[in-house]
C-alpha cells in the first residue's frame, strides 16, 4: 500500500460522502488551518477518539558541525506534534 496524499485523502472522503472534492478540499484546508491558529495560540487541539495536536518548544542548544565538528548555535524553534489517542493505538 501507499502512502495516503491529500489528494487521495480527498478523493476518498468525496467519494463516501457523496461531495465534490472541492468542496471536501476547502473543508479540510479550513480544519487545517484552524488547527495550526488554535495551537499557535498555545492551546491544544483533542479529537476524541482520534488524538491531539499541540504546540512544542524547543530551547536553543549548541550542536556540531558534522564535518568539521565545530560548534554552532542551533536557534529555538517550535513544532506541530500530534499524540495518536489510545483507541488508534496498534501492537506492531
Known amino acids: 500500500m501507499t502512502n495516503l496524499t491529500k489528494l487521495t485523502l480527498i478523493a476518498q472522503v468525496a467519494e463516501r460522502t457523496g461531495l465534490q472534492k472541492v468542496q471536501v478540499g ?38 556540531r558541525d558534522p564535518q568539521t565538528g565545530e560548534a554552532i548555535e542551533i536557534r529555538a524553534s517550535s513544532t506541530l506534534a500530534f499524540r495518536a489517542s489510545p483507541a488508534l493505538r496498534r501492537e506492531a
Open 26 to 63: 476547502a473543508v479540510l484546508d479550513e480544519a487545517l488551518a484552524v488547527i495550526v491558529a488554535t495551537t499557535d495560540a498555545g492551546h491544544d487541539v483533542s479529537i476524541k477518539a482520534f488524538g491531539a495536536f499541540e504546540r512544542r518548544s524547543r530551547g536553543a542548544r549548541v550542536g
